[in-house]
């Protein structure tokens, strides 16, 4: 199993672009989420689904958009990208339902937006 | 809406010492706690969760935590860390029926040879 895989790793964007993190996980898990890590700030929550077809926001989902068109993957777009979405993002995934089980993480991808 | 507080940004300490790194989560009727591990440059691994059951609960590396209901504390320790735990370390709560993980801010833990 590889787990939880981010592409890119690394990405820097001009202000105003677009581009698309993507987020494969091979572990069937139902449940998948994005969080942005900053400084001192721990790691947010952008955007999460609890299955295909199904996504919600979480803290901080302004300037992000998600879709989960498949159990497998959840990418992450950015519209317009912001000085301030620079940061590290990380996509994790669980099992679902009533149970609770543990999240695992990608590697992350580090965006800068200058 | 549910906040979990890491009261030390950062906790330095000596090879082979004890450690303790704090975390206290705003009360709720059920919580499920965990905490996890970032190595540079890396994801977050599980350390250990509190579902239910006994309040003391071990994790891997060495690593405990406790549930103090009474006090909304999840602390961590570790009787005697390594320089190889040198690390970042994530309190975490999900509130019963609920599917969101909300984290603390953090706490960088420097083992000094």
């Known amino acids: 199993n590889a787990g939880v895989t981010q592409t890119p790793k690394f990405q820097v964007l001009k202000t105003g672009q677009s581009m698309t993190l993507q987020c494969a996980q091979d572990?069937?898990?139902?449940?998948m989420s994005w969080y942005r890590q900053d400084p001192g700030m721990g790691l947010r929550l952008i955007h999460y689904?609890?299955?295909?077809?199904?996504?919600d926001q979480g803290e901080v989902p302004n300037g992000y958009n998600v879709s989960r068109s498949t159990t497998e993957d959840f990418p992450l777009r950015l519209l317009s990208a912001a000085p301030s979405q620079t940061s590290v993002y990380f996509c994790?995934?669980?099992?679902?339902?009533?149970?609770?089980?543990?999240?695992?993480f990608g590697p992350g991808t580090r965006l800068t937006v200058t | 809406a549910q906040s979990v507080t890491q009261l030390d940004s950062q906790v330095p300490v000596f090879e082979e010492a004890p450690v303790e790194l704090r975390c206290n989560y705003s009360s709720s009727v059920s919580v499920y706690l965990f905490w996890y591990v970032q190595y540079p440059n890396q994801g977050l691994q599980l350390l250990l969760k509190y579902l239910s059951g006994s309040t003391l609960v071990k994790g891997i590396n060495g690593f405990e935590a406790e549930f103090n209901k009474s006090q909304t504390s999840f602390h961590l320790r570790k009787p005697s860390v390594h320089i190889s735990d040198t690390a970042e370390y994530f309190c975490?709560?999900?509130?019963?029926?609920?599917?969101?993980?909300?984290f603390g801010k953090g706490t960088k833990l420097t083992v000094n040879p």
């Open positions: 572990m069937n898990h139902e449940y």
């Open positions: 975490a709560v999900r509130q019963g029926g609920s599917e969101k993980l909300v």
């Open positions: 994790a995934s669980s099992y679902g339902g009533t149970t609770l089980y543990e999240q695992y």
């Open positions: 689904s609890v299955g295909a077809g199904i996504t």
